[in-house]
């Protein structure tokens, strides 16, 4: 077997999710392969790694090849349509009668527009974490187009990867939003060439004017003195000074046309645009290519479709393996079922590979044994079985014990729920179908990355 990758990459999660669902049986030369590869890794990391190496084996798709290349490719044109409206701005700006460019239109318009948008961006972005919403608009519709470019016939991967939990979508949402800061970056790299453009070519002027004797003049003033704070030590040719500003005021009855410059407005300018403009959108774009990459490498698998090829890959005996069973395991019968410890201890060893080191009662009526099971749970088992009757599934229950072990023993201390039912002696037999279905629906509902569930059946049992 080739040595199997261990990055994923955007174009690799829409393969899988494309593959993920239609594939055939998992051949148990790659449930072996998977299970050598991950042995001694934690849940989250084992998934990723194994999933991975299955991806590498199946092959085939080609849905992620094509939807990165729409993406490119509607960047581009993006990116190309705001390079274009840059220079159009700088040019609309251009008071053609006066010869010269407005300087606080330029302020307000080019610099406190894209600040306008980068907040309003920010507030939205906070309503839709709070609402658990993921995309933006705009998102929605770069996400839309690039898949409609992609060719619309084979996305039903779409719908699975929205569904597949907060990372897989993340992954997602820092391409677009990086995409929405490349067209960024290209509407400020317009302005600084269009206004490049009229300095060299149309020898432009700049002016401001008011309808007031000071309040604008002071006004003015105090923004060039902030805007030019990060360069105005090193670079004083580049900040307008009191008599510059006031040099350049309009003034009502004046007939002539404006001359060049002054050379200090157009370096201001230009210097403004690239420090308030350009730079934030280069630091947002690095921001979302580094959070995108962090949530490929932490992506949970959580999906139910995903959880259900990952029993079927991990379900290699793990006998053959010849890893250790797990000591200091704490079991937790949840309801007191009465199943003793020794008719599933060889189930346990065999199956779960652990070693039960206590044996507590929870959810029981008894407040003393409630107690002393958390308090043995306190203790950071290195890892907890819960035991269920198929038949008893209370999932709100269920669900608080399942907090209390997560907020006690912590994210990454393995869960093996173990479902069997009870016969009058008190020993295990296997559940029903309809429980199996139930139950499995629960954990994967959990979206718990070390997390599984077991179903006791005494056939599997080794002699």
């Keep these: 077997m080739a040595k199997h990758p261990v990055k994923w990459t955007l174009e690799s999660l829409v393969d899988f999710e494309q593959l993920s669902s239609s594939a055939g049986p998992v051949s148990q030369r790659v449930k072996l392969a998977v299970a050598a590869a991950t042995a001694g890794q934690p849940a989250a990391a084992a998934r990723r790694v194994g999933l991975r190496i299955w991806l590498d084996e199946v092959g085939g798709a080609t849905a992620g090849k094509k939807w990165t290349a729409a993406l490119a490719l509607v960047s581009g044109g993006l990116c190309l ?14 008071d053609r009668d006066r010869g010269g460019i407005h300087v606080t239109l330029f302020l307000l318009i080019l610099i406190g527009g894209q600040w306008l948008v980068l907040g309003s961006g920010l507030v939205a972005w906070w309503l839709r974490g709070r609402t658990g919403e993921g995309f933006s608009a705009v998102q929605a519709l770069a996400g839309k187009l690039a898949r409609r470019v992609a060719g619309g016939d084979d996305d039903a991967w779409w719908g699975r990867l929205m569904e597949s939990g907060r990372t897989a979508r993340a992954a997602v949402l820092w391409r677009l939003a ?7 970056i290209a509407f400020n790299l317009g302005i600084l060439g269009g206004l490049a453009g009229l300095v060299l070519v149309r020898h432009v002027g700049f002016f401001w004017e008011t309808t007031t004797d000071l309040a604008m003049h002071a006004l003015l003033e105090q923004v060039v003195r902030f805007l030019s704070t990060p360069w105005a030590v090193w670079w004083p040719g580049a900040v307008p000074s009191a008599g510059v500003i006031e040099s350049s005021r309009w003034m009502p009855g004046r007939g002539a046309g404006l001359g060049p410059g002054p050379a200090e407005w157009w370096l201001f300018l230009l210097a403004a645009t690239s420090v308030w403009g350009l730079l934030p959108r280069v630091v947002l774009f690095l921001l979302s290519h580094d959070a995108g990459r ?3 490498a932490n992506l949970d698998f959580q999906g139910r479709h995903h959880r259900a090829l990952w029993r079927e890959i991990s379900g290699v005996d793990r006998v053959e393996l010849d890893d250790k069973p797990l000591d200091g395991v704490l079991v937790l019968d949840v309801g007191g079922s009465g199943m003793s410890e020794q008719g599933l201890r060889p189930f346990m060893l065999q199956k779960l590979r652990v070693h039960p080191a206590a044996w507590k009662a929870v959810a029981v009526l008894d407040p003393g044994a409630e107690d002393e099971a958390m308090q043995a749970l306190a203790a950071a088992p290195a890892g907890v079985v819960l035991l269920g009757e198929g038949w008893s599934l209370s999932p709100a229950r ?3 014990i399942h907090q209390k072990v997560r907020s006690s023993a912590g994210p990454e201390v393995p869960v093996k729920f173990l479902v069997a039912n009870a016969t009058a002696a008190g020993q295990p037999t296997a559940v029903t179908a309809d429980e199996r279905v139930e139950w499995l629906r629960f954990v994967d509902g959990l979206r718990d990355p ?3 569930v077991f179903f006791y059946d005494s056939a599997h049992l080794a002699l």
């Design 178 to 184: 990086g995409m929405a800061q490349a067209a960024g």
């Design 450 to 452: 070390a997390a599984e």
């Design 81 to 94: 349509v705001m390079l274009l409206a840059g220079i159009s701005a700088v040019l609309g700006l251009l």
């Design 294 to 296: 962090r949530a490929l």
């Design 398 to 400: 269920m669900l608080a």
